[in-house]
């Protein structure tokens, strides 16, 4: 069945440096959905992404989704931390449920 | 809008009791989702409900578990017998419709004992 993969499993960085995770599917994506989960949360949806090669801001955040809609990258600048939390990604199978990643646990440094 | 809304926000039960999580998705949102999540399989699809009708219940892990959605405004999910593995948090999601962003609740996290 289709996988969707995340890479790194952890990141520690410090306050103010940046963060990237990069998403993969074992199958080209309709669409592409990014999550954040804060520790003790529920997972909130950030954004989706739909075309291929495209580039959405939000704020400090910056999504892009690969040329052959199976890859994604989340990228952080200048981190908080307010940044702190998992990052999924999420992307639909045939019947339009999303597959989830494993998560990228991002934690910052003050 | 309150959003998704789950009860019992935590349940600690006994081995071999039954379990019943309960879910109100958000008004106008017509697909239902229960996930299940824990450090070792992370977050896990168990059933999907559109328009009230079980599309893919394939997560399901076992005849222990149920789920049904009577109505647009209500989904449960139960278990029974309940096992000390099926501690997790228990995530319900609605979404308005097909390839749109989830809205999930606050999840229900249960401990079996």
């Known amino acids: 069945g289709q996988q969707v993969m995340q890479i790194p499993q952890y990141q520690h960085v410090q306050e103010g440096e940046d963060f990237t995770t990069y998403c993969n599917s074992s199958t080209t994506l309709s669409n592409i959905q990014w999550y954040k989960q804060r520790p003790g949360g529920h997972p909130v949806f950030l954004i989706q992404?739909?075309?291929?090669?495209e580039v959405k801001k939000q704020k400090r955040l910056t999504f892009q989704f690969g040329e052959a809609k199976k890859n994604s990258s989340l990228h952080i600048t200048a981190t908080q931390t307010t940044d702190v939390g998992t990052y999924f990604c999420a992307g639909p199978d045939s019947s339009y449920k999303l597959i989830f990643g494993s998560g990228t646990r991002l934690l910052v440094r003050p | 809008d309150a959003g998704v809304i789950q009860s019992p926000r935590h349940e600690v039960t006994e081995m071999g009791q039954e379990v019943t999580l309960r879910c109100k998705p958000i008004?106008?949102?017509?697909?239902l989702f229960w996930y299940r999540q824990t450090m070792m399989r992370g977050l896990e699809l168990l059933i999907y409900?559109?328009?009230?009708?079980?599309?893919?219940d394939s997560g399901m892990p076992e005849d222990r578990f149920s789920a049904k959605m009577p109505n647009a405004s209500f989904s449960t999910l139960k278990i029974q017998p309940s096992e000390p593995r099926d501690s997790a948090v228990y995530f319900c999601?609605?979404?308005?419709?097909?390839?749109?962003?989830?809205?999930f609740g606050s999840g229900t996290r249960l401990t079996v004992v």
């Open positions: 409900f559109n328009n009230n009708v079980p599309i893919d």
């Open positions: 008004s106008g949102h017509n697909s």
């Open positions: 992404l739909v075309k291929s090669g």
């Open positions: 999601a609605s979404s308005f419709r097909d390839n749109y962003g989830y809205t």
